[in-house]
């Protein structure tokens, strides 16, 4: 009788710990980032700025043969790209972005601070952008953003393109 006792209070704990670590997790899960990194998505004052502010809870990334590939979930921007060029000119971005969850978006910062939007959350396509003279910035922007994006950037001899690995 004792044994059947200890028994089913074991097994009373223990639902109770796993209830009480998922509680917890799913806690983290939304509020992993601080509210100066969720205020950022719609704030082209703050995307423009040049230092980054993000939180990933997750994330994969690689560049192979010019290809970026990364799996995520975070919040706030990070600069992925640093586009130079002396004289100006044309890229083109390839981008496959498949966004589960939240909101997300691949932007491109010229020199004079204006800020163009590649894609929003999911889509698939090319976009011909013209660089002005000097450094431009590509940035993921997300908020509780939850996907994965495939990237190439084609582009003339004269642009110099900086993968920024973080």
Do not use: H
Request: positive net charge; without cysteine; glycine residues 10%.
């Amino acid at each position: 009788m004792i044994n059947k006792k200890i028994l089913i209070m074991t097994i009373v704990t223990v639902v109770i710990v796993i209830t009480g670590i998922i509680g917890v997790s799913g806690y983290v899960i939304n509020n992993y980032a601080g509210n100066y990194q969720k205020s950022i998505y719609e704030n082209d004052s703050k995307i423009i700025e040049k230092s980054d502010s993000y939180s990933y809870f997750n994330q994969v990334r690689s560049n192979i043969d010019g290809t970026l590939k990364s799996k995520f979930k975070f919040t706030g921007m990070d600069t992925i790209y640093n586009l130079n060029t002396k004289d100006g000119g044309t890229i083109s971005i390839n981008y496959n972005a498949n966004i589960i969850s939240g909101k997300f978006k691949l932007v491109l910062i010229n020199p004079d601070d204006e800020v163009t939007t590649i894609v929003e959350g999911t889509g698939k396509g090319t976009k011909k952008i013209s660089l002005g003279k000097g450094e431009s910035r590509l940035k993921l922007v997300g908020k509780n953003a939850k996907g994965d994006i495939k990237l190439s950037i084609d582009a003339k001899d004269d642009i110099e393109i900086e993968y920024l690995d973080n």
